[in-house]
């Protein structure tokens, strides 16, 4: 059962401080519990967009681990809430808090297709796949609004440049027409976020995303289309979804997914405080439980920065999931694999249009 104070309708419970700042926010928590006392009624507030204007909008990705050169976010902030989004750090860097701001301050970077644009356009750009979602989702609610993803495909389809999609949100069948048109180029693959299979375990995890019928039902449309689908089984959550490893694979492939790929979650910098907060107002009856056997796959930590073992784990907990993923993989997707994208077509439409001579 979950604890009296527990917020629903978001993931973090309040707004951890700030550790590049001095000052910091009431947790809205404290602020309803307050309310609550003294007879008074108290309205969450709203998510605000806010418009942003970075210089670029295409980041280099030089961790070793993390199979991507180059990443794309049009969105900083994420208002799907989801508890574990290792993310929500970097909300800090805008200075804002990892906790409830990094779902209800979202930062819009409106100029995001024309920084894009100029960038494929440079002499000196060499075609690598950019993925849209390196951090935040491409396809959260904001989109809906802005269109600053749909906006980005335009431009990778004029240029027939690669691009990588990562989404746990159904709203990616809106712009199914380029991204079909750019997969008859092999210029796009989609990674679609399965969690988990239970919708009560989706709703508290993940409070603000498509449910997992439509998650399913993205991958075999996609799938449909021939658009190549990876199923993200991402992060498996010791004692909360580590069980259902084979029926996710199981049932991304039924739906046409040709791979998966699997981590185990760490709750680095605030994450370890917001998740830890999370889960005792949430799943009390199983907090201590879940934070042991997660600290058992790093070392005795919640936050794991160490290359390679940070995503896979150590130890005997993390192994039988991973051995799982092997089985999974064996049983469900033996022969397939997620095709490398074309990066050879670019070249020749640098100025938007195929050169004749």
């Known amino acids: 059962m979950q604890n ?56 280099p990705v030089n961790s070793p681990d993390v199979p991507m050169k180059f990443s794309m976010n049009p969105y900083q902030g994420c208002e799907h809430g989801c508890i574990y989004c290792y993310a929500r750090n970097t909300h800090e860097f805008w200075g804002y808090s990892a906790g409830l701001d990094f779902e209800q301050q979202i930062l819009v970077k409106e100029e995001a297709p024309v920084l894009l644009e ?66 008859q180029h092999n210029l796009v693959g989609v990674h679609i976020s399965l969690t988990s299979l239970n919708e009560n375990t989706r709703r ?44 996710l694979a199981r049932r991304a492939s039924e739906n046409g997914a040709i791979s998966f790929a699997l981590t185990i979650v760490r709750l680095n910098g605030a994450i370890g405080q917001i998740f830890t907060d999370w889960i005792r107002k949430a799943m009390p009856a199983k907090a201590d439980k879940v934070l042991g ?32 993923g092997k089985l999974a993989k064996n049983r469900y997707f033996k022969d397939k694999a997620f095709p490398s994208l074309n990066r050879s077509m670019h070249q020749d439409f640098k100025d938007g249009q195929l050169r004749l001579f």
């Open 4 to 59: 009296k104070s527990y917020l629903k309708g978001r993931g973090a419970q309040g707004n951890p401080s700030n550790r590049f700042l001095e000052l910091e926010h009431e947790t809205l928590n404290e602020f309803l519990e307050y309310c609550s006392k003294n007879g008074e009624v108290a309205r969450s507030p709203k998510t605000k967009y806010i418009p942003v204007y970075p210089k670029t909008v295409i980041n």
């Open 204 to 247: 508290v995890l993940e409070p603000r995303t498509t449910s997992i019928k439509k998650r399913l039902e993205t991958i075999r449309i996609l799938s449909e289309k021939n658009i190549p689908v990876n199923a993200m089984l991402a992060p498996i959550i010791p004692g909360i979804n580590s069980h259902e490893i084979l029926d």
């Open 118 to 183: 100029q960038k494929l356009r440079k002499k000196s750009w060499k075609a690598e796949t950019i993925v849209l979602s390196g951090n935040t989702d491409c396809y959260q609610p904001a989109e809906q609004k802005f269109k600053l993803t749909r906006a980005c495909l335009e431009v990778f389809l004029k240029y027939r440049h690669p691009v990588g999609i990562i989404t746990k949100n159904s709203l990616v069948l809106r712009d199914i027409d380029l991204i079909e048109e750019l997969a």
């Open 293 to 324: 056997l997660i600290a058992a796959c790093h070392g005795g930590k919640l936050n794991d920065s160490r290359f390679g073992l940070r995503v896979k784990g150590e130890g005997q907990i993390a192994r039988q999931i991973n051995d799982l």
